[in-house]
């Protein structure tokens, strides 16, 4: 297998941030590539910098030094509102605790990014019961979050996550509010999802789900001190229950 | 994302609250509603005077009696009927400008034709006072010269006093009326002037002072209550109205210094002053009424206030799915313009039934006009942009990262 081109590069990244005058650095010198097409883990206990890499990964901040490129572009020149429309476009978020719109039914809350990309109402409805019908949640669209379980909520937010087929799919430990059966079948998922070519970053302080990726980074207190590809694969069954 | 798309979820947010929703709007409801009120009052008030003005005639001098002393006592105006018919007449012959006067008494009495009767104003006068106020005939004729040297039984009426007497259809030309018993023959129909105008029957002055007036009043064989006079034109209406007063001071023996026993009135510019004050009282009615939509404004940029806090993690999430900061700016300034929109249509609403309420209860004249209306629309979209935009603003400000940590 050829090496893909890099869809994200950071070159040297750093991220300071500073509190009532006192400098903290979050993330410390990191360089990596994620080609098309991978599933990789980024591991590190809490405090080592994951979040402020996802953050900057999925172009909700940026580097204090080094660069980021998304697609070779460099996203720190890029306007915000740019970055904005990347974000609707490009980026699909997965929250741990799902950051559903409690007010929003199902497949209102998976069409949400498509109001962003200027995609008209009828549109965008068509495709989020596509999207909702690839997680297998199509017969609960017209659900409110709260009438839906942990699991089935975090498969509505990866059918949001997908609806604008994103370059990549990024999660924020989303089986860490889930039970080890409910957070299996999510992971399983996130597999078959990746089957078919989607590149997802998976954030996560569980060795368990790291040892389920091709690949894992590892960052302990900012820096990044491992980067790994194993031969360990994820299982191969059914994603959708 | 479109303005469209930003009103379908601002009213989707605000579907979701409905009552606070509504009292959020109740301050811009009230002032709303106020304004378009106090605009219906104002310039319903404002047409009845030019009507008035209107009825009066253009470019008329009317002459009333003044104080009187009788013996050392000093008597209000009215009390003595100071003027007489040869005054008109020496108005008439002596003065250059005035084109046309008349001498008027008049008192209230019951008018019978067969089976209906009606109380009205009966003026006793000459034709020429149809000609000083502009007023044609519907159908018939003014009175004749005989008629008003020989006290004539005939009488013209008003537009009400006819739809009073007769049946639709009926010609009152030619009809026998009868006023304190004395038969008189219709013999003219007035066009319409105005309400106000139109309660009125006319007969000769000799007729009114020979036949009913003369023994009611203390009215002898000369005197008039009032005259009216017409000017030529617009300018000349101060020259006539000074000479009026020396030619009358004259006949009357007023001496220097002492106070005319008459007043000499422009009835149009009097009214025209009085508007003038309506105009004022109605625009700091209005300015009062504001104040009510500033204080709406102000609650309405307090609750969306909250309502950005309260849904700061709602703004991360659409922020983090691609919401530019202006998408979220124009979603919350929508918010607050819907609210504003919203109480600007009730208030309107509102406005419209409480000024016909109170036309009907005070039975005042209002009249709405599309101009009120759309000034408190305006008004309320300024409201909603001026005071809904901080809190947009600060919505779309904040950081998406800091955002999604909220709880």
Known sequence: MSAPLPLISLRSVSRTYRTDGVAVTAVRNVSFDIAQGEIVAVMGPSGSGKSTLMNMIGLLDLPSEGAVHLEGANVAELSEDRRSSLRARSIGFVFQSYNLLARHNAIENVALPLVYCGVGRKARLARAEASLE???????????????????????????????????VLADEPTGALDSRTGAEI????????????????ITHDPGIATQCRRTIRLHDGELVSDETTAGLLPKRSAVS | MTMFQGFQIALHALRLNPLRSFLTMLGIVIGVASIVTVFAIGSGAQLRLQEQIRSIGANVLMITPG??????????DGSKLTMTESDVQAILEQIP?????????????????????????????????????????????????TEEASAGKVVILGSTVARELFAPGDDPIGAQIRIMKVPLEVVGVLDRKGPAQDDVAFVPLSTAKLRFLGSASNINRDSVAYIIAKVAAD????????????????????????????????????????????????????AIASVSLLVGGISIMNVMIVSVTERTREIGIRRALGGRMRDIRLQFLCEALVLCLLGGAIGVAGGITLSMTV?????????????????????????????????????????????????
């Open chain 2, 359 to 407: 036309a009907r209860m005070a039975g005042w004249i209002t009249s709405i006009d599309g101009e009120a209306i759309g000034l408190a629309l305006v008004f309320s979209i300024a409201t909603g942009l001026i005071f809904g935009f901080y809190p947009a603003h600060k919505a779309s400000r904040l950081s998406p990262i800091e955002a999604l940590k909220t709880e």
């Open chain 2, 235 to 286: 300018g000349q209406m101060a020259g006539a109205r000074s000479e009026i007063e020396s030619l009358l001071r004259q006949r009357h023996r007023v001496p220097a210094g002492q106070e005319d026993d008459f007043k000499v009135q422009d009835p149009a510019a009097a009214m025209e002053a009085q508007q003038g004050a309506i105009r004022t009282v109605a625009l700091l009615l209005v």
């Open chain 1, 187 to 202: 992971l399983a998922l996130f597999a078959a999802l990746n089957r078919t070519g989607q590149t997802i970053v998976m």
């Open chain 2, 97 to 145: 400008e005035i084109q046309a006067a008349a001498g008027s008494i008049a008192g209230t009495a019951q008018i019978i034709h067969e089976s209906k009767n009606w109380n009205t104003t009966i003026n006793g006068t000459t034709t020429g006072h149809f000609m000083v106020r502009d007023w044609q005939l519907a159908t018939g004729r003014y009175f004749s010269g």
């Open chain 2, 67 to 76: 104080a009187v002393y009788q013996g050392g006592v000093r008597l209000k």
């Open chain 1, 134 to 168: 690839a997680v297998g949640m199509l017969h609960r669209a017209h659900h409110f979050p709260r009438q839906l379980s942990g699991g089935e909520q975090q498969r509505v937010a990866i059918a949001r996550a997908l609806i604008a087929s994103p370059l990549i």
